[in-house]
């Protein structure tokens, strides 16, 4: 079947079998491979998406059932080329080592500071607590949240010229 | 502390990571991401019993799929004589099971197909028609007369006995505890759990019929040694097979050995002229790929009455599951284990491991940890705190009174090693500061007066890592060492190409760090290979918190033998003797006169230029190095957990976690503290929720994450951290290796603080991990079983 979504501000089709699920269409088919796929069970949170700005675990719906809604992926968060807060935070403040979860995180903080410009330190724990991280026992990426609350855009376009030391 | 640094450009210190730009991005480049023209999808057929013969197996329906394009059982591996492999310890392991199904989740059958659902799909077609046998799960009755035997494919194995092993002197122990004043004694489980990194086991195999080169890119630690395995497994020539990692999605331990999907993708490719990707799902890489732990072990230990501690011993039953997978040095069948008598000045220590055969999943590797480091550390400071309880000695005191002293250093211990230096004390005291020890005791004191349950733990690690002096410590005939390759270009930037492979340590921005501090070349002038088996030296990869200890050490030879290059060429720019020059960080100049030098980029240019050399010195400015350590490094380290436990539901919650950790010289103090971090929180994984049990049957309790939990960020602390420095004497750069000890240490202090919790109230005086609320409940009411 022919599914058509709109993907980081794109209109992307492909066709597809009905049982395929999200994770897989936006990886396999519109080879977006930075949304990750991590577990069987929708516990890892590594295929987050924003699907019509909320968090959603890409690997609980199916593709056919995100047909005609709006996705954001990790690869759309740099509008223009420009970082967002909460990627130039992750760098700041060591928010990955292996890079698996970031992504999923990445998409999870963005959507909390949306709605909440100003998270404390157990907010974010509990945004991200549908989520698993198995290299920085979480500390940083705390902090990393932070950062991006705290360096909203109007700041923001000086630090990201700094990028990768 | 690991926030924001202003970024040195030249050298040690905390800056931003290389690697970062792209994971942010999403442009990490893991293996589940790669697409290549007509690849193919393979999925492996798993067995449902944990111990069975086959009787038959029928592809006929799965091969008639219209997507299937070949379906590879036993038999047909037998055909090309690569049904059976060898493992890290001397065994074989069986790629696709020919004869019996030896643990759930073998592997039995694999199907390559167009896409991944038909290659699923078509797994369902395949009829396996099996004859069930009795299961060996207890390892404790794995040696029973009546047991049934697992490995009779192995000639002469008349039982489930693999190895038994000892290390201290028995005699001489037996003595000191004859003499001892107090003996304390426990049963302590170590369980079986699994690294389970965030991204599963994969590989895509690509075999260039022309050029009869195999392409591998696939999730391994240890790139070099898995193209030997498969030289030597296949009868490939090894200039043939080119390893490519890629981004690694975590390792702990779990990507060091080579598993049979990896050798069916490559048979798939092989005989479908396709490349062939196989990735596994969650469940296939907790029920069938390398578990860590397992050790059943029963200690004691020995003091006076005053608390000297004089004496250790301890018996272990060692579970390795159904083919012994261990990945440790081949003469340590029980890898670092004797490390067991931990940092404390003993007279005597003896431990006899005995290795057995189960119907559980193969492994038993490093999870997080220097072979066995972590069972031996866990064992000694659990026993420590028991001989506390015993004498009613606050625990810190008694590690105070029994440390090794700083100037016993280097110190021979009781079981072989020689631990190259440390300053104990200062890191618990420190610990202790930072913690505020006495007011922890005087608030669990309010608490208790009101019933509430507080419980402080303490845990002492010292570590053997780096592995290893080739005299001493080889895999499968390989020594462990590494090389490094540093090439500078004409106009100063330069090329490190490393064996050790990371996976989220940072590798790229560390060890261009390493060459910085060395050649005053900035940081961002240096590029670092690392995985690829055509574009990096040979060694053993990245395991037992090698890299720094090992690979570190062979960057900054290299880079020092590069920097003697360029005082030669130098000492011809300048018209000066050699002798007469001096080094400051990127420049050689003349003694006496600081005016007259040359920076490392004019010297780079020269080395590459049209003028004359000096006699005898070679062109371009570029070597290669490969570091044999004379020793391994022994970092340590001080911790410090409190838990609260909740009366009602017996829920423990880590509501602080103090951990000092001296890793000698820090290279990126932000790195060092992210990466004990991480394995702080594996450790609390560890001590509360992860556990791979099976059960009578020997159906894996653990085959998901709805079963096998991870904390998430509601379940572990804001870590407070601490460093002393105490460097090794004998590495080039005075680093000792830390990514693991966070794992080693953390699991005893969290135990330890579970029973000072409950110690006074309910009587509890030992606890077996993982510490679930019901079983913590359990020894509440005084019936505590251990987990398995
Ligand atoms: S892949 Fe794990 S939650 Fe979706």
Redesign the pocket.
Known sequence: MQVTVTINGEERSADVEPRTLL?HFIRDDLDLTGT?????????????VLFDGEPL????MLAATAAGHEITTVEGLAAGGELDPVQQGFIECHGQQIGFCTPGMLLTARALLDANPDPSEHEIREAISG??CRCTGYSNIVKAVRWAAENAPATTTTTTTTTGA | MSTVQPSPTVGYGSMRRKEDPRFVRGQGRYIDDLKLPGMLHGAVLRSPLAHARIISIDTAAAAAHPKVKAVITGADLAGLGLAWMPTMSQDTQAVLATDKVRFQGQEVAFVVAEDRYSARDALELIDVEYEELPVVIDARKALDADAPIIRDDKEGQTSNHIFDWEAGDSEETDRVFAAADVVVARDIIYPRCHPAPLETCGAVAQMDPVMGKLTLWTTTQAPHAHRTVYALVAGLPEHKIRIIPGDIGGGFGNKVPVYPGYVCAIVGSILTGKPVKWMED?SENLLSTGFARDYIMHGEIAATSDGTITGLRVTTTADHGAFNATAQPTKYPAGFFHIFSGSYDLQAAHCKVTGVYTNKAPGGVAYRCSFRVTEAVYLVERMVDALALELKLDPAQLRLKNFIRPEQFPYQCKTGWTYDSGEYERAMRLAMEIAGYDDLRREQAEKRARGELMGIGIAFFTETVGAGPRKDMDILGLAMNDGADLRVHPTGKAVLGISAMSQGQGHETTFAQIVSEELGIPSADIEVVNGDTDRTPYGLGTYGSRSTPVSGAATALVARKVRERARLIAAGMLEASPDDLEWERGRWFVKGDPEQGSTIQEIAMAAHGAGDLPEGVEGMLEDTCVYNPPNLTFPFGAYICVVDIDPGTAKVVVRRFVAVDDCGVRINPMIVEGQIHGGLAEGVGIALMELIAFDEQGNCLGGS?MDYLIPTALEVPEWELGATVTPSPHHPIGAKGVGESPTVGSPPAIVNAIIDALHDSHGVDHIDMPCTPGRVWDAMQGRAEPPQ
């Open positions: 994770v990750h796929w991590g577990c069987d069970t929708s516990n890892c949170g590594a295929c987050v675990k890409s690997c609980t989520q698993i | 969650r994450f």
